[in-house]
């Protein structure tokens, strides 16, 4: 009867585990949602002034604020969907 039971238990915290799993999944996709509903400008204050003061959009070229970018997207963790937002809105 006990080895029983230990099966019943094992199963349990493997439901369990994998229900939390599922949940931590589902979580992750809605912040996600969140973060590509954010505009380019939204993005940029978030990530890019939050560290340092940066420099005007008119600054740089398109083609300089895309270098930024790459170079910023992994200093930063940036997706490329929030990369490419705010290299967007900075070359407009």
Not at 60 to 67: G, L
């Amino acid at each position: 009867m006990k080895i029983l039971n230990n099966k019943k238990l094992t199963i349990l915290s493997i439901l369990v585990l994998m229900i939390g799993s599922m949940m931590l999944v589902l979580n992750s996709c809605t912040a996600s949602q969140k973060i590509s509903m954010k505009s380019g400008a939204q993005l940029w204050a978030e990530n890019c002034q939050r560290c340092h003061n940066t420099p005007s959009p008119s600054t740089f070229t398109p083609e300089q604020w895309e270098t930024v970018g790459m170079h910023m997207q992994s200093r930063a963790l940036l997706t490329e969907t929030e990369k490419n937002k705010i290299v967007e809105f900075l070359s407009q």
